[in-house]
C-alpha cells in the first residue's frame, strides 16, 4: 500500500503523509453515502471527499483509504460512520436566507395559524435538514414577532438533520459574531443575547423548537400532520428518484392546505406534484384532503 501514500509539507513544516483516493475508492465510498443518507456524490466531489476524510484517517492513524472504508463500512463503527456523513454533508445555511419564505409565511400562513391555534388546534411546523438551527430558530422568531404567546398556543417547530455536528450547534442555539453580523438590527435585538464569547438565541425561541436527528430516507416516527414543511436545499443532494418519492412522503405529512417551502433550485415532480398547488416562489399548497 505504500504506493498509495503521498508526502506532502503540512503548514508546520513537518511531513504528513497523504492518502491517496482512488476512483474505486472513491465509487466506494460515495456508494456507502448513497445507501446510508441519499446524498449523490458525483465525480465533481471527489477532491472534496479527500480532503474532509483526510482529517478522519489521520485522527485514527490509517494509512490507506482503502482501510477507512473498511473501518467505517463493516457497520461495527457507528460513532465514526456518523462522523463520516457529518463531514461529507452540506450545511450550508444562514438567517433570512430566501427571505421571501419568510415573508410567505409571515403574512400568508401565519395568520391562518393563529386562527385555527385560537380555535384550540396545535401548529406543528417541520423543518427538515435544518443545519444548524438558523431557518427553525428564524420560524419561531417571525411566530413571536405576530404572535409572543406562540408557546402557549401550542405552536411547536421541529428541526431535523442527520448531521449530528450540525444539530448540536442548533440545540445550543449559540452562534459566533460573525455568522450573525449583517442581520438587521431589529432580528438581532429580538432572537438574541450577546455575550463576550457570541450569540445566544434567546429562550422564547428555544422555547418553541425541538431538535431531533432523523434521516430522511429512513422511516419518520411523525405521530401527527404538519401545518408547514420546510425542506430547503436538501433535495438537491438527493437523486430525482429519491426527490419524487420524498416529496410524496412530504404530502402524506401535510394537513390539507398545508405548505410545503423547498429551496431555490428545487423542482416539484413525480406523483405528488398534482398534490401540490404552487402558490409562490418555490412554495406548495398541499390540495388534497
Ligand atoms: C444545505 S443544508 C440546508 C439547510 C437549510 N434547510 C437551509 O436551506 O438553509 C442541507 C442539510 O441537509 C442535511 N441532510 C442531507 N441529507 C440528509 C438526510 N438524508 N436526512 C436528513 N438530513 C439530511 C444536511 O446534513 C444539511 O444540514
Known amino acids: 500500500m505504500n504506493q498509495a501514500?503521498?508526502?506532502?509539507?503540512?503548514?508546520?513544516?513537518?511531513?504528513?503523509?497523504?492518502?491517496?483516493?482512488?476512483?474505486?475508492?472513491?465509487?466506494?465510498?460515495?456508494?456507502?453515502v448513497r445507501d446510508a443518507c441519499g446524498i449523490n456524490l458525483t465525480e465533481s466531489k471527489m477532491d472534496l471527499v479527500h480532503s474532509r476524510l483526510q482529517k478522519r484517517l489521520r485522527l485514527f492513524g490509517l494509512a490507506t483509504f482503502a482501510e477507512y472504508i473498511e473501518f467505517v463500512g463493516s457497520g461495527s463503527n457507528r460513532d465514526e460512520f456518523d462522523?463520516?456523513?457529518?463531514?461529507?454533508?452540506?450545511?450550508v445555511t444562514r438567517f433570512h436566507r430566501e427571505s421571501h419564505h419568510f415573508e410567505h409565511f409571515d403574512q400568508i400562513c401565519l395568520p391562518k395559524l393563529m386562527r385555527s391555534s385560537a380555535a384550540?388546534?396545535?401548529?406543528?411546523i417541520w423543518s427538515a435538514g435544518c443545519s444548524n438551527g438558523s431557518e427553525p430558530y428564524n420560524i419561531a422568531g417571525v411566530i413571536l414577532d405576530?404572535?409572543?404567546?406562540?408557546?402557549?398556543?401550542n405552536?411547536?417547530?421541529?428541526?431535523?438533520?442527520?448531521?449530528?455536528?450540525?444539530?448540536?450547534v442548533a440545540r445550543s442555539g449559540r452562534y459566533t459574531r460573525e455568522y450573525v453580523e449583517g442581520l438587521p438590527e431589529q432580528s438581532m435585538r429580538k432572537w438574541f443575547e450577546s455575550d463576550a464569547s457570541g450569540y445566544q438565541v434567546r429562550p422564547e425561541l428555544r422555547q418553541l423548537v425541538t431538535f431531533n436527528t432523523l434521516n430522511?430516507?429512513?422511516?419518520?416516527?411523525?405521530?401527527?400532520?404538519?401545518?408547514?414543511?420546510?425542506?430547503?436545499?436538501?433535495?438537491?443532494?438527493?437523486t430525482r428518484d429519491l426527490q419524487e418519492k420524498l416529496l410524496q412522503r412530504f404530502v402524506s405529512c401535510l394537513k390539507p392546505e398545508g405548505l410545503l417551502y423547498i429551496g431555490h433550485s428545487e423542482r416539484v415532480s413525480g406523483p405528488a406534484a398534482s398534490l401540490l398547488k404552487p402558490v409562490g416562489n418555490t412554495i406548495y399548497q398541499y390540495n388534497g384532503s
Open 155 to 168: 405552536f411547536r417547530i421541529l428541526g431535523t438533520d442527520i448531521d449530528i455536528r450540525s444539530l448540536a
Open 146 to 153: 405576530k404572535c409572543p404567546d406562540a408557546a402557549r398556543r
Open 83 to 91: 462522523q463520516m456523513i457529518s463531514a461529507l454533508t452540506t450545511n
Open 216 to 238: 430522511l430516507i429512513q422511516d419518520w416516527p411523525m405521530r401527527h400532520k404538519f401545518d408547514a414543511i420546510f425542506c430547503r436545499n436538501v433535495m438537491i443532494y438527493f
Open 120 to 124: 384550540g388546534e396545535p401548529v406543528r
Open 5 to 32: 501514500l503521498a508526502s506532502a509539507a503540512g503548514s508546520t513544516g513537518t511531513a504528513v503523509r497523504t492518502a491517496v483516493l482512488s476512483q474505486g475508492e472513491f465509487a466506494e465510498i460515495a456508494r456507502i
